[in-house]
Nanobody, 127 residues
């Protein structure tokens, strides 16, 4: 089992920046791909970004490409999401997720491929 705890959410003005963190605990000795998803009120949970265990491979949703950066520090069992040039449409609850892989360079893009989830952190971008 892996437990995930997100932090770093809050209120920011449009154009501002924010960094989310996701700390993992439990059975973290295996290779885990990590992802960030978000869910706005009344909408489905959407993919934001993913990163392989090695950190060498990443993937972003088109809506955040060039503005968000996912990274990880395996020594700290922590994944980050640096969000720049924030827009009101980025307002959502952001969730991190973990999925076991058998390759250090692999990641997942779909929510159903991640069995472990954090509780979420609210990000609100004011216009």
């Amino acid at each position: 089992q892996v437990q995930l705890v997100e932090s770093g959410g809050g209120l920011v003005q449009a154009g501002g920046s924010m960094r989310l963190s996701c700390a993992a605990s439990g059975r973290t000795s295996s290779y885990y791909a990590m992802g960030w998803f978000r869910q706005a009120p009344g909408k489905e949970r959407d993919f934001v970004a993913a990163i392989s265990w090695s950190g060498s491979n990443t993937y972003y949703a088109d809506s955040v490409k060039g503005r968000f950066t996912i990274s990880r520090d395996n020594a700290k069992n922590t994944v980050y999401l640096q969000m720049n040039s924030l827009k009101p449409e980025d307002t959502a609850v952001y969730y991190c997720a973990a999925g076991k892989t058998y390759s250090t360079g692999f990641y997942y893009l779909n929510a159903y491929e991640y069995p472990y989830w954090g509780q979420g952190t609210q990000v609100t971008v004011s216009s």
